[in-house]
Structure formats: C-alpha cells, structure tokens
Nanobody, 118 residues
Framework: EVQLVESGGGNVHPGGSLRLSCAAS????????MNWIRQAPGKALRWVAG????????YYSDSVKGRFTISQDNAKKMLYHQMDNLRTDDTAIYYC???????????RGQGTQVSVSS
C-alpha cells in the first residue's frame, strides 16, 4: 500500500522559508516519479515540481522556479521541498504525490498547510 506522509508546514511572512518533508513507504520509491502539488483555498490542485524516476531530472512550474528546490533521499525514502522567498500566493496545502511527471492525479498524502501572510 502506498503511504505518503507530509510534514513541515507552518505560518511564515512573505520572503520567509520553509522546508517540507515527505516520508514514503509501500512502493518502489527509487523507481517512481514523484511530484509536489498544492491546493490553494478555493482552487484546483496545481503541480509544483517533480522528479523523474531515480531523481535524475527535476522539473519546476514557472511560478516557483528559482525559489523552490526539491530533493530526495533514496536510502531514507524521503522527499524534501525547500521553499525560499515565499509569497502570499504560495499559501496552500502541499502534498507529495506518486504519479506521472507534472500530474496532479495519483497517490498523495494528507498534506501539510503552508500559510504566507504579513
């Protein structure tokens, strides 16, 4: 059974930073495509960033490129999401997801709330 557990969300001011984590279990983590996706209040799920299998390639949406950095630790089956220079429009529930690259479908965890406000 695929299990994904996100953590690390919180409240920050614009310009601040947060680091999200995602613990994965129940599947071949090293060989899987993994994404970070988010859902802002009243909005649809949006893809944020993702890895191809084995973490060889990373892709970012234009809205976060240069501010967010994703990484993974295959030995620990962990995903990380370093978010810098946060903006108010980054406020959302953030999920890690197992699925096709740049997809918002597929398995995801319960999410972690990120709130950016002054």
């Amino acid at each position: 059974e695929v299990q994904l557990v996100e953590s690390g969300g919180g409240n920050v001011h614009p310009g601040g930073s947060l680091r999200l984590s995602c613990a994965a279990s129940g599947f071949n983590f090293r060989g899987s495509v993994m994404n970070w996706i988010r859902q802002a209040p009243g909005k649809a799920l949006r893809w944020v960033a993702g890895f191809t299998s084995n973490g060889y390639n990373q892709y970012y949406s234009d809205s976060v490129k240069g501010r967010f950095t994703i990484s993974q630790d295959n030995a620990k089956k962990m995903l990380y999401h370093q978010m810098d220079n946060l903006r108010t429009d980054d406020t959302a529930i953030y999920y890690c997801s197992k699925g096709d690259i740049a997809s918002v479908t597929g398995n995801r965890g319960q999410g972690t709330q990120v709130s950016v406000s002054s």
